[in-house]
């Protein structure tokens, strides 16, 4: 476990005078996979760079593992390792190479180097590739070598900014193959816009927008803070439902969408059994609680009601 402190965060980026994160405050016990979302542009990369000494806040406090991470950033560094948002590898360099460089250049010795760079490359499963150039790999691969290269270090905290992005489908669920098994021993911080992604391998989503830290929390957490944690489907959009407590949403003219409590939903069903009416019942998804969240989602019970 590991405990994340923010008070009074702000960082605005001088030249432009853009205000990237606006009072986030946040006090946390992470552990496994600690995921941001939040679209472009809200905050997610700066917040990274502010919490691995990369970047520093214009203002407020930020406490890692129990050490300041603005006043004493040396601190903290030997626990830490960063994949930054559109990293490369080295073109010249054999996939090997760039994992011994970065070991050589945290401070291991030489042997102590190969050696682990070895173990890492044979963790991920791409040791075949140790002797080949980036540009005679696959962008999956490409990406596997960029985690081998953190995961080979003695690095406790590991950020991974966007890690996934532009990967196939098929390499995607290889690298969170991969990130399941190193969260065992390690806490990962990443960054992703895939929502599903972030629904299936989180322990805990911060859900950041235009700046602002709007909630923090599990799945489940998530769902019960939006006070409607089920969802249900009916596709029979001529039905009528009395009395409906919920958000009540029209997907097509055939589908509407009722978010609610459980104890709303079993009245539903109840009512849906008895018109033999086809419906789902599932728990609320992460991309329909980012929307509630940041607004994007109206409730137009009222239009349907007059319709
Ligand atoms: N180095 C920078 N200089 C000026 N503005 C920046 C810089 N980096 C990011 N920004 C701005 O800060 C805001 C947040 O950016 P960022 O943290 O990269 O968001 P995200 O990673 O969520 O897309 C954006 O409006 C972005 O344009
Ligand atoms: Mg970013």
Not at 21 to 39: E, H, Q
Not at 114 to 128: C, P, Y
Request: charged fraction near 30%; include cysteine; glycine fraction near 6%.
């Amino acid at each position: 476990m590991v405990r994340i402190i923010c008070k009074g965060l702000y960082k605005t980026y001088d030249k432009a005078g853009t205000k990237a994160l606006k009072n986030v405050n946040l006090d946390i016990d992470a552990k496994g996979i600690l995921t941001l979302i939040g679209r472009n542009g809200a905050g997610k990369t700066t917040f990274i760079r502010i919490l691995s000494t990369q970047l520093k806040p214009t203002r407020g406090k930020v406490i890692l593992d129990g050490v300041d991470v603005v006043s004493q950033p040396e601190k903290i560094r030997n626990k830490i390792a960063v994949i930054p948002q559109d990293s490369s590898l080295v073109p010249w360099m054999t996939a090997k190479q760039n994992i011994l460089v970065y070991l050589l250049w945290r401070g291991f010795k030489y042997k102590d180097a190969v050696k682990r760079a070895e173990s890492a490359l044979d963790t991920m499963g791409i040791r075949e590739y140790a002797d080949k150039l980036p540009r005679k790999l696959s962008g999956g691969t490409r990406r596997k070598v960029m985690v081998a290269t953190v995961l080979s270090s003695e690095a406790e905290i590991i950020f991974l900014d966007e890690p996934t992005t532009g990967l196939d489908p098929v390499s995607r669920r290889e690298l969170w193959n991969i990130l399941n098994k190193m969260k065992e021993d390690k806490l990962i911080i990443l960054t992703t816009h895939y929502l599903e992604e972030a629904e299936e391998l989180s322990d805990d989503i911060a859900v950041l927008d235009r700046g602002r830290l709007l909630r923090v929390g599990s799945i489940n957490q998530l769902r019960k803070s939006i006070g409607y944690p089920y969802a249900v489907r009916i596709f029979d959009g001529g039905l009528k439902i009395p009395g409906i407590r919920g958000k009540v949403i029209k997907k097509d003219k055939d589908t509407l969408q009722i978010f609610c409590t459980e104890k709303e939903a079993d009245r539903i069903a109840d009512r849906l059994i008895r018109s033999k009416a086809r419906f789902s019942i599932n728990p609320t998804s992460l991309e329909d609680i980012f929307y509630m969240l940041i607004g994007d989602i109206k409730e137009d019970i009222h239009e349907k009601e007059q319709a």
